[in-house]
């Protein structure tokens, strides 16, 4: 089993025997967003890392890019009750929050704020809203703000 079960604009998912694995189109890219979900995931603000940066064999028996395996966070989906605006900014202010609170904590600014890029884990029992594409070009860190004078 290696199916791909999802493709941003960084990364391709593939659900394998061995769980869920995140490809890169380069190894500085996949040890960019495996540390930066590493990071996050110590607050719970993205699932678990379960590897190492690496590369694994696919079906054809090539070895892909590189990549790591991560805990499968269940999608955020817009509720589909009948007042869809109430639910959308309901939605919206959550995933608001968790950027101020990802901000507090690290410094970081979450840019690429969109559904597609949030998801749910478990916790102790508790569904916790969290990131789930941690590459490198959705936030703004602070070397990243670093400004030039002439």
Known sequence: MFDIVGMGSECTLYRTEMGLFKEYETKSDATEAH???SELASMNLAPEVYSRVCRVRMPEGKLSDYGFYTEEAEPLELCDCDYECYC????EGTRLALCETLEYWTGWEFV????GNFGYIERDGLKLLVIIDCGHKGFVMEKDMVQTYD
Do not use: A, P, V
């Not at 959308?88 to 939605?91: D, R």
């Not at 690429?112 to 559904?115: A, G, I, M, T």
């Open 35 to 37: 540390n930066i979900q």
């Open 88 to 91: 959308s900014m309901k939605t």
């Open 112 to 115: 690429d704020f969109h559904e």
